[in-house]
């Protein structure tokens, strides 16, 4: 149900004024996303996966939508699809009877990234996907982007895909990514979120891994307003799955992020490491579920969040959430939120180091072992540069 | 002018008081053993003069080169001069030692009006030191002190002291858990910095590293306060007989 400040009648509108989708398919399924967005409504901290993550100054905002300015990289060994050509798995993985925010962006389907990696077919270079928001002020104060991606990965292929965004101003990202990762194929997902501060970003990573291949998704998430990210994986026999993040929040930014790892199949391993540096009277949330089915038998699955409080008013809600339906699995969790080191300052400083670089260390070393596990080299390089800068002001 | 003077210090931790009134004067050039059994303040010694904040001073005086040492913050202090090799040594992961000690040196070089080094003169600078010290270069790569066995630790501590060059070096308990080939490295590498313009005061509880490393001055710490100072026989004394017939109020002793 929704509320009465809900702007849903301006969605209808927007979604009525769209031009037909590219194939009947797609049609069918936007209208079928518009219909299942009408019925949930926007989520309220009522609702368990939105407990400390209020959406209402999204819900209650009359937004315009506007297609996204899309840069693509790319070598010749990967193929741009049309969406029409996408039936088989485009809106079939992330899943939009429960996520609202999943349902607005499939309603919206039209210019859909595509990328398909042929099987065996091992691509160096980082596939590069940058969204951006324009500034077009004559659509109007609040526009709404919905970028959706999906990555069709191919038995045996590997492959890096370093996904940006960013924009200037108050507006919104709808953000859907579906990747899926063949058998034996290994895939390493970035995702840098730069979004200005006075935007809301919601996102949902959905990948499909296949039979013993590995997955691995990285979540910087240093911009934006409101921020929630869902990064989801669904295993199969054999599956390696590896999801990191790095929050890096100060001011009254809130970021939330929601994992969800599914061990479906036996044999299957994930390891994940999210970790936040809050500074002002910043938010973060962190809830990793993971679930074990009965089947997945010899799971072994790993989960950290690790939070970094430099400041009295910031405040960090995190939850590990393990459903184990097997009984020979192995699942570990621990979350720690904890000051910097009184000890480690100390010692900076008795070694001529001003107590304010020695925070700035402290803190960048913090994040060191997340950036550590980055293996686009640039994307490190600019990530430290970043930190470096965003560290210096925060120490101010 | 001592490069010292320590005048009726008196510091607590929390509600305890710790010193209790300790008078020491340290010239350049020498070498001041302190000794004294476990809990004496032998330790919070070395950390309030580093400007540890855990300590609080309630009384006394601390004058280093002139200045009111106890007005100054911990990174000025080493900026003046002033090392503490820790008993503890801090682990810092995510901080490598070679940016770590880069920095350090960096800042101290400014503060004291010289060039700032890059990475080559910093290279060079180490190297020599790292072979005294007898340390494998790839330390310089690793995280300070993570995952250093506890003579590493200890090697890195006198190591950045080589490479920090203070005019006086405080060491704390640094014989602590070395065996007798490490504890002769970590001597040797002691030795080599002793000059005429250099003080040190070495804090232990064992006579053995004051064979390898000779002082001119024995004090022996007891309940917060100096209760004998002597030449360098006082530590086989003390090696002999214990520190049981000092650590009695002086008072006591008076009155038998």
């Given at each position: 149900?929704?509320?009465?400040?809900?702007?849903?009648?301006?969605?209808?509108?927007?979604?009525?004024?769209?031009?037909?989708?590219?194939?009947?398919?797609?049609?069918?399924?936007?209208?079928?996303?518009?219909?299942?967005?009408?019925?949930?409504?926007?989520?309220?901290?009522?609702?368990?996966?939105?407990?400390?993550?209020?959406?209402?100054?999204?819900?209650?905002?009359?937004?315009?939508?506007?297609?996204?300015?899309?840069?693509?990289?790319?070598?010749?060994?990967?193929?741009?699809?049309?969406?029409?050509?996408?039936?088989?798995?485009?809106?079939?993985?992330?899943?939009?009877?429960?996520?609202?925010?999943?349902?607005?962006?499939?309603?919206?389907?039209?210019?859909?990234?595509?990328?398909?990696?042929?099987?065996?077919?091992?691509?160096?270079?980082?596939?590069?996907?940058?969204?951006?928001?324009?500034?077009?002020?004559?659509?109007?104060?609040?526009?709404?982007?919905?970028?959706?991606?999906?990555?069709?990965?191919?038995?045996?292929?590997?492959?890096?895909?370093?996904?940006?965004?960013?924009?200037?101003?108050?507006?919104?990202?709808?953000?859907?990514?579906?990747?899926?990762?063949?058998?034996?194929?290994?895939?390493?997902?970035?995702?840098?979120?730069?979004?200005?501060?006075?935007?809301?970003?919601?996102?949902?990573?959905?990948?499909?891994?296949?039979?013993?291949?590995?997955?691995?998704?990285?979540?910087?998430?240093l911009?934006?307003?409101?921020?929630?990210?869902?990064?989801?994986?669904?295993?199969?026999?054999?599956?390696?799955?590896?999801?990191?993040?790095?929050?890096i929040?100060n001011?009254?930014?809130?970021?939330?992020?929601?994992?969800?790892?599914?061990?479906?199949?036996?044999?299957?391993?994930?390891?994940?490491?999210?970790?936040?540096i809050?500074d002002?009277?910043?938010?973060?949330?962190?809830?990793?579920?993971?679930?074990?089915?009965?089947?997945?038998?010899?799971?072994?699955?790993?989960?950290?969040?690790?939070?970094?409080?430099?400041?009295?008013?910031?405040?960090?809600?995190?939850?590990?959430?393990?459903?184990?339906?097997?009984?020979?699995?192995?699942?570990?969790?621990?979350?720690?939120?904890?000051?910097?080191?009184?000890?480690?300052?100390?010692?900076?400083?008795?070694?001529?180091?001003?107590?304010?670089?020695?925070?700035?260390?402290?803190t960048y070393?913090?994040?060191?072992?997340?950036?550590?596990?980055?293996?686009?080299?640039?994307?490190?390089?600019?990530?430290?540069?970043i930190l470096f800068e965003k560290f210096h002001e925060h120490?101010? | 002018?001592?490069?010292?003077?320590?005048?009726?210090?008196?510091?607590?931790?929390?509600?305890?008081?710790?010193?209790?009134?300790?008078?020491?004067?340290?010239?350049?050039?020498?070498?001041?053993?302190?000794?004294?059994?476990?809990?004496?303040?032998?330790?919070?010694?070395?950390?309030?003069?580093?400007?540890?904040?855990?300590?609080?001073?309630?009384?006394?005086?601390?004058?280093?080169?002139?200045?009111?040492?106890?007005?100054?913050?911990?990174?000025?202090?080493?900026?003046?001069?002033?090392?503490?090799?820790?008993?503890?040594?801090?682990?810092?992961?995510?901080?490598?030692?070679?940016?770590?000690?880069?920095?350090?040196?960096?800042?101290?070089?400014?503060?004291?009006?010289?060039?700032?080094?890059?990475?080559?003169?910093?290279?060079?600078?180490?190297?020599?030191?790292?072979?005294?010290?007898?340390?494998?270069?790839?330390?310089?790569?690793?995280?300070?002190?993570?995952?250093?066995?506890?003579?590493?630790?200890?090697?890195?501590?006198?190591?950045?002291?080589?490479?920090?060059?203070?005019?006086?070096?405080?060491?704390?308990?640094?014989?602590?858990?070395?065996?007798?080939?490490?504890?002769?490295?970590?001597?040797?590498?002691?030795?080599?910095?002793?000059?005429?313009?250099?003080?040190?005061?070495?804090?232990?509880?064992?006579?053995?590293?004051?064979?390898?490393?000779?002082?001119?001055?024995?004090?022996?710490?007891?309940?917060?306060?100096?209760?004998?100072?002597?030449?360098?026989?006082?530590?086989?004394?003390?090696?002999?007989?214990?520190?049981?017939?000092?650590?009695?109020?002086?008072?006591?002793?008076?009155?038998?």
């Amino acid at each position: 149900m929704s509320a009465v400040a809900e702007q849903t009648g301006a969605w209808l509108e927007h979604f009525m004024n769209q031009a037909p989708a590219a194939a009947p398919w797609m049609q069918s399924l936007r209208d079928a996303a518009f219909a299942r967005f009408a019925e949930l409504g926007f989520p309220t901290t009522h609702d368990e996966e939105w407990r400390f993550t209020n959406v209402a100054a999204i819900a209650r905002t009359a937004f315009t939508p506007v297609a996204p300015d899309t840069l693509l990289v790319y070598p010749e060994s990967v193929r741009k699809l049309e969406p029409a050509e996408a039936e088989a798995h485009l809106a079939r993985h992330a899943a939009f009877d429960r996520n609202p925010f999943v349902a607005l962006n499939t309603a919206f389907l039209g210019n859909v990234t595509v990328l398909e990696i042929p099987r065996g077919i091992v691509v160096e270079t980082p596939i590069e996907i940058a969204y951006e928001v324009p500034e077009r002020p004559d659509l109007g104060p609040n526009l709404a982007a919905h970028p959706r991606t999906l990555i069709l990965v191919g038995e045996g292929a590997h492959c890096t895909i370093v996904e940006t965004y960013k924009g200037a101003g108050a507006y919104f990202t709808n953000a859907v990514t579906e990747i899926v990762v063949g058998d034996r194929a290994v895939v390493d997902h970035y995702k840098v979120q730069q979004e200005s501060v006075t935007a809301f970003h919601i996102a949902t990573l959905q990948a499909t891994i296949g039979r013993s291949a590995a997955f691995s998704s990285h979540s910087i998430s240093l911009g934006g307003a409101l921020v929630r990210n869902d990064a989801n994986a669904t295993l199969s026999t054999g599956s390696d799955a590896t999801l990191n993040g790095l929050y890096i929040v100060n001011g009254t930014q809130h970021v939330d992020n929601h994992t969800l790892i599914d061990h479906a199949m036996p044999h299957g391993t994930s390891h994940e490491l999210y970790k936040g540096i809050l500074d002002g009277k910043a938010h973060a949330v962190f809830n990793g579920k993971i679930i074990v089915r009965q089947d997945a038998q010899k799971t072994d699955s790993k989960q950290t969040n690790k939070n970094l409080v430099l400041s009295d008013d910031a405040v960090v809600d995190t939850k590990p959430e393990l459903q184990i339906f097997a009984d020979d699995v192995r699942c570990t969790h621990g979350a720690t939120i904890g000051q910097l080191d009184g000890e480690a300052l100390f010692y900076l400083q008795s070694r001529g180091i001003g107590k304010r670089e020695a925070r700035r260390l402290l803190t960048y070393a913090f994040a060191q072992d997340v950036v550590d596990r980055i293996k686009v080299q640039s994307l490190r390089d600019s990530l430290e540069r970043i930190l470096f800068e965003k560290f210096h002001e925060h120490a101010e | 002018m001592p490069l010292l003077e320590i005048k009726d210090l008196h510091a607590k931790v929390g509600d305890r008081e710790i010193l209790k009134g300790i008078n020491l004067t340290v010239n350049a050039g020498e070498v001041h053993a302190i000794m004294g059994p476990n809990g004496s303040g032998k330790s919070t010694l070395a950390q309030v003069l580093a400007g540890r904040e855990l300590y609080v001073v309630t009384g006394g005086s601390v004058t280093y080169d002139g200045k009111d040492l106890l007005e100054m913050s911990p990174e000025d202090r080493a900026r003046e001069g002033i090392f503490l090799a820790f008993q503890y040594p801090v682990e810092i992961p995510g901080v490598s030692n070679m940016y770590f000690l880069k920095a350090a040196l960096n800042t101290i070089r400014k503060h004291r009006g010289l060039d700032e080094y890059d990475a080559m003169d910093f290279l060079n600078v180490v190297r020599d030191k790292m072979q005294i010290m007898k340390m494998d270069q790839t330390l310089l790569n690793r995280p300070v002190n993570a995952g250093f066995s506890g003579g590493e630790k200890k090697r890195n501590e006198i190591f950045q002291m080589a490479v920090l060059e203070p005019r006086l070096a405080v060491l704390d308990e640094t014989d602590s858990g070395l065996d007798i080939d490490a504890l002769r490295v970590v001597a040797a590498g002691v030795n080599a910095m002793r000059s005429p313009e250099r003080a040190m005061v070495v804090v232990t509880h064992y006579q053995r590293l004051l064979s390898e490393i000779v002082p001119d001055f024995v004090h022996v710490l007891a309940e917060g306060r100096i209760v004998k100072s002597g030449g360098k026989e006082l530590a086989l004394e003390l090696e002999a007989e214990g520190y049981a017939d000092l650590c009695e109020e002086p008072e006591a002793v008076g009155k038998l």
